[in-house]
């Protein structure tokens, strides 16, 4: 069919927990509790990093300073035990090591004013109890650098993940100092046909509808898509963005397949 496919509106469901992001979980408990280093890898789009965010509650984090008055930190925080580092694209030893430092430091500011004077320890050192620290877009990394993330993981009693691309566990195998240190990998891998399904569910609903299991137009559509992202968490995301916008200007209630094969002809549809 003909859609009329001209305004742009985003709206995607918000974190699911999968049992991919379960797996994720449950690696970087691992980490933590051993005090190992940890390697993920997967392809671009499966959720490494939004799992990543949401392990470290890296939302109720980022952006906050402990030191602005009025500063209003959410109490959730004080049951924070992550760090979440992404070096930038070029990155020296120095800018790695001032960045976790740095880091250490915020994180142990906001653990402190979210605790506040009552608790036992009020965030006392929290810089030298941090149990995670999770390195995000690890394959950025120079050998430097990789050598200053080592010392730094030796010199403090945490646990060390490295999430990148399919082959960073290669890459690292070249230096036998930090790979003798690793205790865990863990494949990130993209959702399976049920778990698809589901984040499509959560789409449906997000709508104020429901995929219908006797409605084949429905079901032709589930499949279309699935078929399309092959489990790319990010690329049904980007794809469902698209049908709902698609949907809601030609004012139709039910998704098609002629819906979604307008829809993936909006995007750019690649691996990534």
Known sequence: GNFNTSRDTTMVPDFLVTKEYRRFEEFCAACRRERYIGICYGPPGVGKTISARHYAKWDLLEGRDPLAPGEVVPVEVADCHSLLYTPSVTNTPRSVRSSIDDGLLVLRGLIGRARGPAHPDGGADYADRCELLIVDEADRLSTPSIEELRDSYDRRDIGLVLIGMPGLEKRLARYPQLYSRVGFAHAFRPLSHEEARFVLEQHWQGWGGTIHNDEFADQE??????????????????????????????????VTREMVDAARDCLVIGTA
């Open 221 to 254: 559509a589930v499949t279309a898509i699935i078929t399309i992202t092959a489990g790319n968490f990010r690329l049904i995301n980007r794809l469902m963005s698209q049908v709902r916008r698609i949907k809601e200007l030609n004012q139709m209630t039910i």
